[in-house]
């Protein structure tokens, strides 16, 4: 494995925005350089719920997928509004009108964790919004046939979204139910991952949508084991998932963390988040291998766990504050990218609160998986100054985009082998409170980076919510 983390090579990457030719670089058809340029912004809700709760916003987190899509030349977003009433809005992809229908559904606490994710099953046309929970019971909506295949012929109102259920159609998963996330598979159906459990006792798992009914696929990581450090041991944790993306081969990748529920392991830390760690399926998510093709568990009845072999490609201790659940993104070649964030250790060996550490601290990090196999890491040289999460995008060139806390916008070239990365949008004064939520389907449709933010308020005053869209090459 080779890493690339040394303060040499990472004051390299500072310098090289003038660098196209590296030894190594990934060569693209036009080698097109990255940019952004912003398109135009749209107001979706002048008066948005607000309140902050685990240092992040309901209708603002980096990890819904999705809180913003595109699909069939429409593009969808879902929010709460001051009313704690669920909404979806649509418009046509290059128009400022959005068209909102109320989903059916209030939000059940101030908790930021309880976000609305929205999916879209291939085979019939549908929406799936899958809402409202953290370690709890969760709110589900499955629209009629049709209305996402093809949006011009329903109207846009409340009776086409069907009725809030509390399982997928009578199949009820878990009780403990939290991070909702959609992907779609090579060949149409539908997956949601989430998470069964707790923080730090929970198992990632996966249900499927043939286009007529649901299946619970089951647990794919354990919460057993035990993990050790020179301070102490934990015998429970969680996987935290960076994402799902299906490459060009068909397979499914994901990058995670792992949480230890026993503070123990760490020197006094609040976070105990550690190792970031990779895995991948060629069967739809039913078995899983590391990095070098080594089986390491089986969905639903040998789940992997925080010992099996290979699965850490940047290892880290517990006591940097890494951040979970950040992003990944899968290039035209298949190969697997990454971008994660902790306090480095030239800033101190313990980091004891997280939040002001970040805010203090962080640096974002992008690793990737190069043709041979080898992995390299790289950190992006711009503070987050922020405890939130970054999201990675790749163009149609590959070049990397990570869109940072505030809405800031930095970028490396695919043709430098990802090493020139600056600052190409400071965030435009946008009063963005932190994390946005970025329309990952967009990107592949028209070039379109779009993410949704919400503007910084105090207390629980309601605050504006908006969509901002920049052209990326194409």
């Not at 093809?150 to 878990?174: I, K, Y």
């Not at 779609?184 to 159906?189: I, K, L, M, T």
């Not at 990095?291 to 009845?301: E, W």
């Amino acid at each position: 494995m080779s890493l690339v983390p040394s303060r040499r090579t990472l004051v390299a990457g500072a310098l090289g925005a003038a660098l196209t030719g590296l030894p190594g670089a990934r060569a693209t058809a036009s080698a097109a350089a990255p940019s952004v340029t912003l398109r135009g912004t749209t107001l979706l809700d002048p008066a948005a719920i607000y309140f902050v709760s685990y240092d992040g916003l309901v209708n603002n987190n980096a990890f819904q997928k999705n809180g913003l899509l595109t699909h069939a030349g429409h593009q969808y977003a879902v929010w709460y509004t001051a009313d704690r009433n669920a909404l979806i809005a649509r418009r046509a992809k290059d128009s400022s009108n959005w068209e909102t229908a109320r989903i059916g559904h209030t939000l059940s606490s101030d908790n930021s964790h309880n976000v609305i994710s929205a999916g879209v099953s291939p085979s019939d046309g549908r929406l799936h919004l899958v809402m409202d929970a953290h370690s709890s019971g969760y709110f589900y909506v499955k629209s009629g046939a049709g209305l996402m295949s093809s949006p011009t012929s329903h109207a846009w109102n409340p009776s086409v979204l069907g009725p809030v259920q509390r399982s997928l159609d009578g199949t009820a998963l878990t009780s403990a139910f939290t991070y909702p996330q959609f992907v779609v598979a090579p060949d149409g159906r539908l997956q949601l991952s989430y998470r069964a459990g707790v923080s730090g006792n929970g198992q990632a798992a996966l249900a499927e949508y043939d286009g007529d009914r649901w299946s619970d696929l089951g647990h794919w990581s354990a919460a057993s084991g035990a993990y050790t450090t020179s301070r102490g041991t934990s015998t429970a944790r969680n996987l935290y998932l960076h994402g799902l993306d299906y490459g060009a081969d068909g397979a499914l990748h994901v990058f995670g963390t792992w949480r230890e529920q026993n503070g123990a392991v760490t020197c006094g830390a609040d976070l105990t988040n550690h190792d970031t760690v990779y895995v991948r399926s060629a069967d739809r998510g039913r078995t899983w291998t590391n990095a070098a093709g080594a089986r390491v568990g089986s969905t639903g009845s040998a789940p992997l766990g925080v010992n099996a072999a290979g699965l850490v490609v940047d290892p880290l201790g517990p006591d940097h504050a890494l951040m979970n659940q950040e992003s990944q993104a899968v290039d035209s070649g298949g190969l697997p990218h990454a971008l994660i964030s902790y306090v480095p250790g030239r800033f101190g060996q313990c980091v004891t609160d997280y939040v002001s550490g970040r805010v203090a601290y962080a640096r974002p990090f992008h690793i990737h998986r190069d043709s041979s196999g080898a992995w390299h890491k790289r950190e992006v040289p711009i503070a987050m100054n922020s405890s939130q999460r970054s999201q990675l995008v790749l163009d149609a060139h590959d070049n990397a985009y990570a869109v940072m806390p505030y809405g800031r916008i930095a970028a490396a070239s695919a043709a430098s082998g990802w090493s020139d990365w600056s600052l190409l949008y400071d965030g435009g004064g946008r009063r963005a409170f932190g994390e946005v939520v970025v329309d990952r389907t967009r990107v592949a449709v028209d070039g379109v980076l779009s993410f949704l933010y919400q503007e910084r308020s105090s207390g629980t005053t309601p605050s504006p919510l908006h969509v901002a869209d920049f052209q990326l090459p194409r």
